[in-house]
């Protein structure tokens, strides 16, 4: 089968093309899609430390440091995927700036990798659309502490699928919907003074 390829979208490495995986295995974002979530985000991506959940081609984390995020973790649990986007980061001279977990998303969390790079500035999640347990990993995402300040957790997802609500410090403060992807945004809500001392 012939594979294909998606391109970047803006920044320092615009039109350079990422291959997408043959048959069903990834769900890449589409480049309307990913043009779109990027002018929501505009220059908050700017030195932004991120990090790309079910990254399958790696295209929003890559996206992201072409448009100026400072790091960029990738954990995707297929090994062919991981490979590739390892291959991409090499080949586009920013592998420096990026690690790659191939592990699940749910054990990844709680790697001391993940946990090293924190804060996270913005956490991007594409889940496979049937995923059950969505709800899940933002609680294990909120137990991990990895967020800064005020960070975002942007989670893509099928337009039609009712995003879960917000738990703990998150806030749900918007949601976006770009052909079939809905995009939702949880924003890290640090707790107060009058919260710690209860």
Same mark, same amino acid.
């Given at each position: 089968?012939?594979?294909?390829?998606?391109?970047?979208?803006?920044?320092?490495?615009?039109?350079?093309?990422?291959?997408?995986?043959?048959?069903?295995?990834?769900?890449?974002?589409?480049?309307?899609?990913?043009?779109?979530?990027?002018?929501?985000?505009?220059?908050?991506?700017?030195?932004?430390?991120?990090?790309?959940?079910?990254?399958?081609?790696?295209?929003?984390?890559?996206?992201?440091?072409?448009?100026?995020?400072?790091?960029?973790?990738?954990?995707?649990?297929?090994?062919?995927?991981?490979?590739?986007?390892?291959?991409?980061?090499?080949?586009?001279?920013?592998?420096?700036?990026?690690?790659?977990?191939?592990?699940?998303?749910?054990?990844?969390?709680?790697?001391?990798?993940?946990?090293?790079?924190?804060?996270?500035?913005?956490?991007?999640?594409? +889940?496979?659309?049937?995923?059950?347990?969505?709800?899940?990993?933002?609680?294990?995402?909120?137990?991990?502490?990895?967020?800064?300040?005020?960070?975002?957790?942007?989670?893509?997802?099928?337009?039609?699928?009712? +995003?879960?609500?917000?738990?703990?410090?998150?806030?749900?403060?918007?949601?976006?919907?770009?052909?079939?992807?809905?995009?939702?945004?949880?924003?890290?809500?640090?707790?107060?003074?009058?919260?710690?001392?209860?």
């Amino acid at each position: 089968m012939k594979s294909s390829s998606i391109r970047i979208v803006a920044g320092q490495l615009k039109g350079r093309t990422i291959p997408t995986l043959p048959g069903r295995t990834t769900r890449p974002t589409s480049q309307r899609a990913r043009e779109a979530l990027f002018s929501i985000i505009g220059e908050q991506i700017r030195n932004a430390t991120v990090a790309d959940l079910f990254a399958g081609t790696g295209a929003v984390g890559l996206e992201a440091l072409s448009r100026g995020a400072t790091k960029a973790l990738f954990i995707e649990q297929n090994p062919l995927a991981g490979a590739r986007i390892q291959q991409m980061l090499t080949q586009f001279k920013i592998s420096s700036l990026s690690r790659v977990l191939i592990e699940d998303v749910s054990l990844a969390i709680q790697n001391s990798i993940l946990v090293g790079w924190r804060p996270f500035d913005m956490i991007f999640m594409d +889940p496979p659309y049937r995923l059950p347990n969505v709800q899940q990993i933002l609680h294990h995402l909120e137990e991990a502490d990895v967020m800064a300040p005020n960070g975002r957790i942007i989670y893509e997802h099928f337009h039609k699928t009712i +995003p879960p609500a917000p738990l703990g410090n998150w806030s749900l403060i918007r949601t976006a919907r770009y052909g079939d992807a809905g995009f939702t945004f949880y924003q890290h809500i640090p707790p107060t003074e009058e919260d710690s001392d209860r």
